[in-house]
């Protein structure tokens, strides 16, 4: 299992950004996808889910009606949408899936400041 982030970067309160995992070594299409983030000195929190086939996701309160999860089953790929960006979304991202045990990647850096 590999799973491949990107997308991160510096952007201004408000922005927007957004993030890409892409996976291998699995059936991508039967699995359900999370991702996740760490702030520094805090732990690593759940985001947002997506069902295997997209049609149902979840989301933490904290992003809930700014962050969305989407996936493209054909590309193997995951993705969270970003809006309306505030200092307290700044984190390490990671997606995640669950596969007889957790399968992480190496993360991507999120860093919204002024």
């Known amino acids: 299992v590999q799973l491949v982030e990107s997308g991160g970067g510096l952007v201004q309160p408000g922005g927007s950004l957004r993030l890409s995992c892409a996976a291998s070594g699995f059936t991508f299409s039967n699995f359900v996808m999370r991702w996740y983030r760490q702030a520094p000195g805090k732990e690593r929190e759940s985001v947002a889910l997506?069902?295997?086939?997209?049609?149902?996701?979840i989301y933490a309160d904290s992003v809930k009606g700014r962050f969305t999860i989407t996936r493209d089953n054909t590309k193997n790929t995951v993705y969270l949408q970003m809006n309306s960006l505030k200092a307290e979304d700044t984190a390490v991202y990671y997606c995640?899936?669950?596969?007889?045990?957790?399968?992480w990647g190496q993360g991507t850096q999120v860093t919204v400041s002024s």
């Open positions: 997506i069902s295997s086939d997209g049609s149902s996701t």
């Open positions: 995640n899936v669950w596969r007889r045990g957790d399968y």
